[in-house]
């Protein structure tokens, strides 16, 4: 049984988060998303400090299906350069591994 990750991402509004989500949950890349609405993000970019209103999204997978994610995100993504940060998960409850495990579709890794 493949081990669990959160995928972190940020978008620059609501429907573009809820957009690309749907898209990863209709081919069954991941299990589900908690979207954060309206988080205040500093950053550099070209040489400069910004300050934008974004849109945080956690996302549940397991790891055989990063690449795929990753790749998905980056083509439907309005950002040059969006941060997708895969994090593993140590240890999570049986009854949610399984859900997870359960709602995700290995076979969906070559779509």
Known sequence: MSSLDLIYTTFSS???A???SERLLDDKLIACVNIFPEVS???LWNGKIN???EVVAIMKS???HIDKIIERIEAMHSY???VIAVIPIEKANKSFTNWVNSVI???SIGV
Do not use: A, G, R, W
Request: glycine content about 0%; overall charge negative; hydrophobic content about 20%.
């Open 80 to 82: 040059d350069q969006p």
């Open 18 to 20: 809820k957009f690309i």
């Open 62 to 64: 397991n790891n055989s």
């Open 41 to 43: 993000s500093l950053y």
């Open 51 to 53: 300050s934008s209103c």
């Open 14 to 16: 609501t429907e573009e």
């Open 105 to 107: 579709n290995v076979s």
